[in-house]
């Protein structure tokens, strides 16, 4: 089998591709067959590499929630990028197709569809984004993290596999808490917060935390990812600190293989809604504060209304943030019945076996099941 994938732009959705690629892998798959499609400048451009894929890249841009005229220009880059892609279609020639979203993924898939190979969605969050939606109808079958897409999905196309974790995120799920916490030189006996505003960052979420840090500090330890966008404002602030406050608080920009011991450490994550949410805070029994980002995509509001309607997480906004995140905060960690209660919750939508689900989708569609 030929593997060709279009992932991009978020850890929400390379991560899940990349590791339903390394269970094919596993399965007999070789390195070789593998080409991965993405936007030069992107987070794809690391991480694909570091896996030992080969990663080729076109021109693309977002057309939803930009000015009219970066939204004209970007169009036009993808209009031309079918080009390159039906070009790459030739050359590779994949069995299958899988992709998570990005708007460079479209021209790929108009390609792929002209070309009669079989095109597997996976979509990570609970209502797709606009590049998902305009290839929904090219797709043979679209794998999807949770049942309640299927509002949004045609359900003869549907399987319902949960969110695939990574390897190092599985790993970290059989790590103690104590072991979890020491490699972030924390201590066992106190109640911590992970911070994370997604791999590109949050202001909103940076600048609220660190007005509120000497305030939580005082019965807390915080591990802050800020993400590399935001980082400078962050490191700055770090100075302006006592050194008992620091004694207790962690940053980092961004953070690769400890992420899973970050999320082991933790008793309460505040993050945006993003697709990782999705799967990271079952998979580690979570209870989450989650400030969707909503004014270019309504999906993560969509999938804080999930977790919130499921009992697994509580929301706020940019605008309420600054005045309720010490107070929420700090009434969770210390109500036991209520985090007892969301982590029960939480727990409930974990999907253990997503990623052998989905390679497993892949896997079939590429042998010709379903096609028409």
Request: aromatic share 6%; net charge positive.
């Given at each position: 089998m030929r593997l060709l994938v279009c992932a991009g732009g978020t850890g929400g959705g390379i991560y899940p591709a990349l590791t339903a690629v390394t269970e094919l892998l596993h399965r007999g798959l070789r390195k070789e067959d593998v080409l991965w499609v993405g936007t030069a400048?992107?987070?794809?451009?690391?991480?694909?590499?570091?896996?030992?894929?080969?990663?080729?890249?076109?021109r693309g841009g977002a057309i939803a929630g930009v000015p009219l005229h970066v939204k004209v220009l970007n169009a036009a880059k993808l209009a031309w990028s079918l080009i390159p892609s039906w070009r790459i279609l030739r050359q590779f020639r994949p069995n299958v197709m899988l992709m998570t979203g990005g708007y460079m993924s479209v021209p790929v898939a108009?390609?792929?569809?002209?070309?009669?190979?079989?095109?597997v969605i996976f979509l990570p969050d609970?209502?797709?984004?606009?590049?998902?939606?305009?290839?929904?109808?090219?797709?043979?079958?679209?794998?999807?993290?949770s049942p309640d897409s299927s509002q949004y999905v045609p359900v003869a196309k549907m399987a319902v596999t949960g969110y695939p974790l990574r390897h190092e995120l599985q790993q970290a799920l059989h790590m103690s808490r104590v072991a979890a916490l020491a490699q972030f030189d924390l201590q066992p006996g106190?109640?911590?917060?992970?911070?994370?505003?997604?791999?590109?960052?949050?202001?909103?979420?940076?600048?609220?935390?660190?007005?509120?840090?000497?305030?939580?500090?005082?019965?807390?330890?915080i591990i802050h990812i800020s993400g590399t966008f935001t980082w400078p404002?962050?490191?700055?602030?770090?100075?302006?600190?006592?050194?008992?406050?620091?004694?207790?608080?962690?940053a980092y920009p961004y953070l690769h293989e400890e992420m899973?011991?970050?999320?082991?450490?933790?008793?309460?994550?505040?993050?945006?809604?993003?697709?990782?949410v999705m799967g990271e805070a079952p998979a580690f029994g979570l209870p989450a504060i989650l400030v969707p980002l909503t004014w270019a995509w309504r999906y993560q509001k969509v999938n804080a209304d999930f977790l919130t309607k499921q009992g697994a997480a509580v929301q706020l906004t940019d605008e309420t943030l600054a005045a309720k995140l010490a107070t929420t905060v700090q009434e969770l960690l210390h109500d036991e019945v209520k985090m007892v209660a969301m982590k029960t919750a939480v727990q409930a939508l974990h999907?253990?076996?997503?990623?052998?689900?989905?390679?497993?989708?892949?896997?079939?569609?590429?042998?010709?099941?379903?096609?028409s």
């Amino acid at each position: 089998m030929r593997l060709l994938v279009c992932a991009g732009g978020t850890g929400g959705g390379i991560y899940p591709a990349l590791t339903a690629v390394t269970e094919l892998l596993h399965r007999g798959l070789r390195k070789e067959d593998v080409l991965w499609v993405g936007t030069a400048g992107e987070m794809e451009e690391t991480l694909v590499p570091r896996a030992g894929l080969t990663l080729t890249t076109i021109r693309g841009g977002a057309i939803a929630g930009v000015p009219l005229h970066v939204k004209v220009l970007n169009a036009a880059k993808l209009a031309w990028s079918l080009i390159p892609s039906w070009r790459i279609l030739r050359q590779f020639r994949p069995n299958v197709m899988l992709m998570t979203g990005g708007y460079m993924s479209v021209p790929v898939a108009l390609a792929a569809r002209l070309r009669r190979v079989p095109i597997v969605i996976f979509l990570p969050d609970v209502e797709p984004g606009a590049a998902i939606k305009a290839v929904m109808p090219l797709a043979t079958k679209i794998a999807c993290t949770s049942p309640d897409s299927s509002q949004y999905v045609p359900v003869a196309k549907m399987a319902v596999t949960g969110y695939p974790l990574r390897h190092e995120l599985q790993q970290a799920l059989h790590m103690s808490r104590v072991a979890a916490l020491a490699q972030f030189d924390l201590q066992p006996g106190r109640p911590t917060l992970l911070v994370f505003g997604g791999s590109r960052g949050s202001q909103a979420i940076n600048r609220a935390l660190m007005a509120a840090l000497p305030q939580l500090l005082t019965t807390m330890q915080i591990i802050h990812i800020s993400g590399t966008f935001t980082w400078p404002e962050v490191e700055a602030n770090l100075a302006t600190l006592s050194a008992e406050q620091r004694a207790f608080y962690r940053a980092y920009p961004y953070l690769h293989e400890e992420m899973g011991a970050a999320l082991r450490a933790a008793d309460l994550m505040v993050t945006r809604s993003g697709a990782s949410v999705m799967g990271e805070a079952p998979a580690f029994g979570l209870p989450a504060i989650l400030v969707p980002l909503t004014w270019a995509w309504r999906y993560q509001k969509v999938n804080a209304d999930f977790l919130t309607k499921q009992g697994a997480a509580v929301q706020l906004t940019d605008e309420t943030l600054a005045a309720k995140l010490a107070t929420t905060v700090q009434e969770l960690l210390h109500d036991e019945v209520k985090m007892v209660a969301m982590k029960t919750a939480v727990q409930a939508l974990h999907t253990p076996e997503a990623t052998a689900k989905l390679a497993e989708v892949i896997t079939t569609t590429g042998q010709g099941a379903g096609l028409s």
